[in-house]
C-alpha cells in the first residue's frame, strides 16, 4: 500500500492573487490608521500662522510672585530670555523665575537694564533644563527698523493680537522719545511682551510702556487720562543693550 500524503486545498491561481492583494492593502491601510489615531490624541495645533509665536511666549514671576500678576517675557534662544526690566525689578532681590507651560525655572540674570535708561533684562536658564520644543527654537532681532503702519503681532503666553506702528508725530511732544509704538493699547501684550514683525516673524521689540495724554473738557475743567499708544523697546536697542558675548552665543 502506499502512503497516503494529505495535500492542502488548492485555489484557482486567480483567486490566490486577489487574496494576496487584500492582504497588502489591509496591511498598507495600518500604519496609516496608527498615524491617524495619533494625531487625533495630540492637542490641536495653532490654528493660524501668527499662533507659531506663542512657542517664544514666557511668564516671569517674582520671589514672592508679584501682587500684580505675571509678567511675560520672551525666548531668544540658548536659554536665554528677554523681559521689560521694569518686570524683574533688581533681579538680586526679586529672584526672578521663567514660568513655561506652568513649570517655574529658576534664573541668572545676564544684564539688567532700567525703566528711565533701557528697559530690558536679559535672563539665563542652563539649556539642559529646558523643554525640547524650546531648545530647538532661535528668535531672531529684525535687522530694519519699524515703519509707521507697519502689521506687528503682539505675543504673551496663550494670545496673539495683531497691531501696528504709529508715526511719531502722534506721540505726545513731551515723550516722544519713546517714538517706536503701537496701536490699539486695550488688546495687545503688557509689559514684557513681544512685538513681531508680522510678516518677516523677527522680533522688533519687547513692550515697555503705556503712553498717556491728558485733555481738559471746556464746559466743566475736569481733567481726563487716555491711554493713546504703547512704547516698545527696538531691536535696535536691545542688539546695542546686549553684551557682545550674547550677541556671539545667540549667532552660533
Given at each position: ?29 495600518f ?34 510672585m ?63 533644563l ?21 502689521q ?17 508725530d ?51 475743567g ?17 542688539a ?13
Amino acid at each position: 500500500m502506499g502512503l497516503s500524503v494529505p495535500v492542502a486545498c488548492s485555489r484557482p491561481i486567480g483567486e490566490i492573487d486577489v487574496l494576496q492583494s487584500k492582504r497588502r492593502a489591509m496591511r498598507s491601510r495600518f500604519p496609516l490608521a496608527i498615524v491617524l489615531l495619533v494625531l487625533a490624541a495630540l492637542p490641536c495645533s495653532a490654528k493660524g500662522p501668527d499662533d507659531t509665536l506663542l512657542a517664544y511666549a514666557v511668564h516671569i514671576h517674582r520671589t514672592p510672585m508679584q501682587s500684580w500678576g505675571p509678567g511675560a517675557g520672551i525666548y531668544l534662544g540658548k536659554g536665554l530670555f528677554i523681559t521689560a526690566a521694569h518686570v524683574v525689578g533688581r533681579a538680586w532681590m526679586t529672584r526672578p523665575k521663567v514660568v513655561i507651560s506652568g513649570q517655574e525655572f529658576p534664573t541668572s540674570t545676564v544684564k539688567e537694564g532700567s525703566l528711565e535708561g533701557t528697559d530690558v533684562t536679559i535672563l539665563s536658564i542652563d539649556e539642559n533644563l529646558l523643554p525640547m520644543r524650546l531648545r530647538l527654537r532661535r528668535n531672531a532681532l529684525c535687522k530694519d527698523p519699524p515703519k509707521p503702519g507697519e502689521q506687528v503681532v503682539t505675543v504673551v503666553p496663550g494670545s496673539v493680537v495683531r497691531s501696528h506702528i504709529i508715526p511719531p508725530d502722534r506721540i505726545p511732544a513731551r515723550v516722544r522719545k519713546f517714538n517706536t509704538a503701537i496701536a490699539d493699547v486695550a488688546n495687545t501684550g503688557n509689559s514684557g511682551s513681544g512685538v513681531f514683525d508680522a510678516q518677516r516673524r523677527c522680533l522688533l521689540g519687547i513692550m515697555s510702556r503705556k503712553i498717556s495724554q491728558s485733555r481738559t473738557q471746556a464746559g466743566t475743567g475736569k481733567t481726563e487720562t487716555y491711554d493713546i499708544a504703547k512704547y516698545f523697546v527696538p531691536a535696535s536697542e536691545i542688539a546695542g543693550f546686549m553684551p557682545a558675548a550674547v550677541r556671539l552665543k545667540l549667532d552660533q
